[in-house]
C-alpha cells in the first residue's frame, strides 16, 4: 500500500496534549508502554529478516511465539497460506478483530541510516513498514488482552496474521477460509508520514497475466505457417490504450509484456502480457474488467491464437465506516503525536535531503493529528486486501507518521525510517489508539451496532464479489516469477 498525501494545514491541526483520558483508557496505555520497547524489538527482528509475500516463515513463526507466550490461542497454518495465523483470546460476543501483516518489498533492502546504504543489494527490505504493522498490532492485542483479563471483560480478541498483503492477495483467500466469518469489528493500521485515520478509500485493483498460445514457425522461410503470439500480446496492448478513452477517467490500467518470444527468426508461439487495472469503486472495475477480457478475447481472435487467462489477483477498494471512524478520531487525538529526539531530528533533517524539491514534511508535524477527512476519490491511492475485509465487516483503519514527513511508502527512505526509533514511536501510538479502540468496542454493544448499520450504508445494496476464480488457491509462488 502506497500513501501520498502530505497535507500541511497547521490551523486545523489538533494539537498532541492528550485530553483528558478515560480510567480504563489510561489503564490500557500504561500497559501499551510496559511492553512498548519489547515490540519495537520484535519490530526491528522481523524488519532484519525482510520477508518477501508466503515466504514470511520466521517472521510469522515470531508474532505466533509473542501472541503464544502472551496467552492467545494461535491456529497456523490456516486457508492454504504457510504463514497465515489467526490467535484468539477469550470468547463469545463481541468478536474484534486487528489485522497484522509482515511482507516486505523486493529491491529496497536499506539500512537504518539518512542515506541510500543497502544492507544486502538487491535484497528485500521494509519499504511499506509491515515489520511495524504487524509487531503493533500484536502490541495493540497484548495489551488489549491484559487489560480484558484484569478487568473481566468478556468477548473474543483476535489477531490476524495475514501473509503477502503486497501483491499476494493474503487476506481474500482468509476470508474465503471463512476465517473472519464471525468477526463484529475490524481494526487496522498502516505506517504513514502524518498521524491519520484512514476512513475508506483505495482503489481496488484487479491483475491478471494474458498468455497466448500461438504457433511457431521459421519468420523468413515459412511466416503463413506461425501464428504469433506476440501479436496478440501487441494487439491487446492497443485495444488497452484506445478502452481508456471509453472507462472511467479515474481509472488506471497498466501493463508489462513478461514474455515477447525467444528471438526475432521465431514466430513466437507463446507471449504474454501483465495487466493491473484499477478503479476506486468495485463494481466499475468490474465492468471495466470485462471489457479488457473481452479485449484479449478479440486479440486471440485476430490471430488465430488462444489466450488463457492466469493468475487472476484482485482486491476492493477500502469502505469507510463513520462511526468507527468518530470514535478512532477522538481516541487517536486522545493519544497524541509525538516529538523527535535531537538524534532523530537529524537523522530525519539528513534524510529529508535526499527527497525531491519540496518534498520534506515539517518536522514538527509528528506531533499533530489530522483532522478528520471524507475519503478523496480523487487522491493518489494504491490498493490493498484489508479491502475486501472492509466489504464483508465494519472496518476502520489508523495511520501513523512511522516514516519521516514527506517520505513515502515503497522508497528506501521509508525502510530506513521503518527500522528505527522514528518507527518504533509511530508504531507505539498506533498501538495505543488500536488498543483503546478495541476497548471502547468490548465495553460499548451500541458502538458495535453503530459500525454494522453504518457498514450496511456504505454498502447501498451492493454485494462483495472478488475476481479471484472459485477454487484458486493462493499464489504462494508469486513472488519467483
Ligand atoms: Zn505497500
Ligand atoms: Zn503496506
Not at 489538533?14 to 489510561?26: I, M, T
Request: net charge negative.
Amino acid at each position: 500500500m502506497q500513501l501520498l498525501k502530505f497535507l500541511p494545514g497547521a490551523a486545523l491541526l489538533v494539537p498532541s496534549v492528550a485530553f483528558s483520558q478515560q480510567p480504563q483508557h489510561r489503564q490500557i496505555l500504561q500497559i501499551v508502554d510496559q511492553h512498548a520497547a519489547h515490540f519495537s524489538a520484535t519490530s526491528k527482528t522481523i524488519w532484519e529478516y525482510a520477508e518477501l509475500g508466503y515466504q514470511e516463515t520466521k517472521s510469522s513463526a515470531l508474532l505466533r511465539r509473542e501472541l503464544e507466550t502472551a496467552g492467545f490461542q494461535v491456529q497456523s497454518p490456516v486457508a492454504d497460506e504457510p504463514t497465515a495465523f489467526v490467535a484468539t483470546y477469550g470468547q463469545g460476543a463481541p468478536v474484534i478483530a486487528i489485522l497484522g501483516e509482515f511482507d516486505a518489498l523486493p529491491g529496497l533492502s536499506q539500512a537504518a541510516s539518512p542515506d541510500r546504504s543497502p544492507i544486502t543489494t538487491g535484497a528485500p527490505g521494509h519499504a511499506c513498514g509491515h515489520n511495524l504493522l504487524g509487531s503493533g498490532a500484536a502490541l495493540a492485542a497484548v495489551a488489549l488482552k491484559e487489560y480484558m483479563q484484569q478487568n473481566h471483560v468478556t468477548g473474543t480478541l483476535r489477531y490476524y496474521g495475514t501473509p503477502a498483503e503486497e501483491g499476494g492477495d493474503g487476506k481474500v483467500y482468509m476470508l474465503r477460509a471463512g476465517l473472519f466469518r464471525d468477526v463484529d469489528v475490524v481494526l487496522q493500521w498502516h505506517p504513514d508520514s502524518e498521524n491519520i485515520i484512514e476512513n475508506g478509500g483505495m482503489l481496488a485493483m484487479n491483475s491478471a497475466r494474458f498468455l497466448f498460445h500461438g504457433v511457431a514457425a521459421h519468420a523468413a522461410m515459412a511466416p503463413e505457417r506461425g501464428r504469433s503470439a506476440l501479436d496478440a500480446v501487441m494487439l491487446m496492448g492497443s485495444g488497452i490504450e484506445f478502452l481508456r478513452e471509453h472507462i472511467p477517467s479515474n481509472s488506471r490500467i497498466h501493463y508489462i509484456i513478461t514474455n515477447g518470444g525467444a528471438a526475432p527468426n521465431i514466430v513466437p508461439d507463446t507471449a504474454e502480457l501483465y495487466l493491473y487495472a484499477r478503479n476506486p469503486s468495485l463494481p466499475v472495475l468490474g465492468d471495466v474488467w470485462n471489457r479488457i477480457l473481452k479485449i484479449g478475447q478479440g486479440a486471440a481472435l485476430m490471430t488465430e491464437t488462444t489466450l488463457e487467462v492466469k493468475d487472476v489477483g484482485g482486491t476492493a477498494n477500502v469502505l469507510p465506516n463513520d462511526a468507527l471512524a468518530k470514535v478512532a478520531q477522538r481516541n487517536l487525538e486522545e493519544v497524541g503525536g509525538y516529538r523527535y529526539t535531537a538524534d532523530e531530528k537529524h537523522f530525519a533533517e539528513e534524510l529529508q535531503k535526499s527527497l525531491p524539491p519540496g518534498g520534506a514534511g515539517d518536522l514538527d508535524s509528528t506531533a499533530l493529528i489530522q483532522p478528520l477527512r471524507p475519503p478523496d476519490p480523487n487522491a493518489a491511492a494504491a490498493s490493498t486486501d484489508v479491502g475486501d475485509v472492509s466489504w464483508n465487516f465494519p472496518t476502520i483503519g489508523f495511520e501513523t507518521a512511522t516514516f519521516v514527513p514527506g517520505v513515502a511508502a515503497h522508497t528506501w527512505q521509508a525502510a530506513a525510517s521503518a527500522g528505527m526509533t522514528i518507527g518504533h514511536k509511530g508504531m507505539i501510538i498506533a498501538a495505543k489508539a488500536i488498543a483503546i479502540t478495541g476497548a471502547d468496542l468490548f465495553s460499548d454493544p451500541q458502538l458495535v451496532s453503530a459500525a454494522k448499520t453504518d457498514f450496511q450504508r456504505q454498502l447501498k445494496g451492493r454485494t462483495y464479489a472478488s475476481v479471484i476464480p472459485a477454487g484458486q488457491t493462493p499464489p504462494l509462488d508469486y513472488r519467483n516469477k
